[in-house]
Structure formats: C-alpha cells, structure tokens
C-alpha cells in the first residue's frame, strides 16, 4: 500500500510501531533502556528528543528527516523483510529498514556492543 507521498510506513507514527519493537525485544529478554539505545545511536536522539518525538506522535518521515543518522549505519547489512538492507535505493526506506534490523539483531541477543557496531 502506497500514498502519495510513499510507503504508508513513511506517514506512521514512530509511537505506533515503538511499542511493537519492545515488545519484539521484551520477549527475548532485552530492555526498553537497550531499545531506546539502539535508537539513539541510529539517529543522534537525546533521550529527552527521542521522547518528544515518541510523545508528539512524530511520523517515520519526519522522525528521521529531523535525525542525524550515524555514519557507521552504512556497516548495518543483511535481510529485513525478504530485502537486503544495503541494496534499498529509498534513503528514507533504507534508514525504517536499519532501524528494523537493529530492533532485529537487539532481539536475536547480540550483544550491544554489535548491534551498535563499537
């Protein structure tokens, strides 16, 4: 399903999905404190701004229009959603995906310190 603008991703909210991350990662045993480093570290968020954004019903497009992505994002590879990661062309649809496979990788429990790259 597409809108004018894109992926209907693009105009859903962050709040709507964030749950549906901690809960992917909840299950496996990691933390809300490990998710909302995973995100800090994609985009550049405080944790006071990454909260702002969840409160304010901030949308994907406008969540990483407003992030500072981190260089190191580019060594994010493998498959999301049947996709490799490092082959979309849609920078935005690119960064959703990134963030997917980090949510992802959070879960499968690797340790922190590889999901984010260090």
């Keep these: 399903m597409t809108t004018t603008t894109g992926h209907r991703i693009f105009t859903s909210t962050v709040a709507s999905v964030y749950p549906l991350y901690l809960a992917k990662v909840e299950k496996k045993g990691r ?5 909302d480093a995973v995100i800090r570290w994609l985009t550049g968020f405080g944790e006071a701004e990454l909260q702002r954004h969840l409160a304010a019903g901030t949308t ?6 407003a ?3 981190n260089p ?3 060594l994010i ?3 999301i959603c049947g996709v490799r990661v490092e082959t979309i062309e849609d ?3 690119q960064q959703i995906r990134y963030l997917d496979k980090l ?3 959070l879960a499968k429990g ?3 310190e590889r999901v984010l790259r260090t």
Excluded at 31 to 35: A, F, H, K, S, V
């Design 77 to 79: 590879t493998g498959v």
């Design 31 to 35: 933390t809300r404190d490990e998710l």
């Design 110 to 112: 690797k340790p922190l």
């Design 67 to 69: 992030a500072r992505v």
């Design 72 to 74: 190191d994002a580019a």
């Design 103 to 105: 949510v992802d990788e």
């Design 60 to 65: 994907f497009a406008d969540f990483f229009g």
């Design 91 to 93: 920078p935005l649809m």
